[in-house]
């Protein structure tokens, strides 16, 4: 990572009680600290709040154990803000917490949930600098910007790897173009877009 000028690392996180949080918290976070690396969380939304994949994300839902997935998430952020956010190593934008919303265009319901939020955290005096990952191959005119300019500050693409686009001889144009498109819609609602960087992978 040092070869390659990396200075830290956005890592999955699902939550509490899960391998993935034991192995950040017990591991990875403290050999981080060690090495003076960086750190911040991609929150993977499905899995952590147990929803079906490549469905809207309906943060009105109420789970199996009778909360919303809302509630949920808001919990969820309590406990990044407790456990995580005080370190020293954790990732910061002008002194804001920084974590990813993977993706964050399929939310449903989100609205009152991220002002919510964003009070629960503000207990804590915390104001989080939040990413949403909300920019694939659909024209960027169908995301909800209102929504995006209230209550995040930058917008990024997961992977941008679809059989359909990968497969043709002008791919990198055609995310040139799309992040294009992407970067001028952001900027008219006063947000940042954050590239994302996709080292060879293909999983035909």
Not at 64 to 76: F, R, V, Y
Not at 106 to 128: E, F, S, Y
Request: glycine share 6%; net charge negative; proline share 7%.
């Amino acid at each position: 990572a040092r070869q390659a000028d990396i200075d830290f690392f956005i890592v999955s996180w699902t939550a509490p009680g899960t391998v993935e949080n034991d192995n950040l918290k017990r591991t990875l976070a403290p050999e981080l600290e060690k090495a003076h690396y960086r750190f911040a969380v991609l929150y993977e939304t499905q899995l952590a709040l147990g929803l079906p994949a490549a469905r809207p994300i309906d943060l009105g839902h109420t789970l199996p154990n009778a909360t919303t997935a809302g509630a949920t998430l808001i919990e969820h952020f309590d406990y990044l803000a407790q456990v995580y956010f005080p370190r020293k190593s954790y990732l910061r934008i002008e002194g804001r917490p920084v974590v990813v919303i993977y993706v964050a265009r399929d939310l449903v319901n989100a609205g009152p949930c991220l002002k919510a939020l964003r009070q629960r955290l503000g207990k804590h005096g915390i104001d989080p600098f939040l990413i949403a990952d909300v920019v694939y191959w659909a024209p960027p005119e169908t995301l909800d910007w209102g929504l995006l300019k209230e209550h995040f500050q930058a917008v990024t693409a997961y992977n941008m790897y679809a059989p359909a686009k990968a497969n043709r001889g002008d791919f990198l144009d055609a995310v040139r173009e799309q992040f294009g498109a992407a970067e001028r819609a952001a900027s008219a609602s006063g947000l940042h877009l954050i590239p994302n960087v996709m080292p060879g992978y293909d999983d035909t």
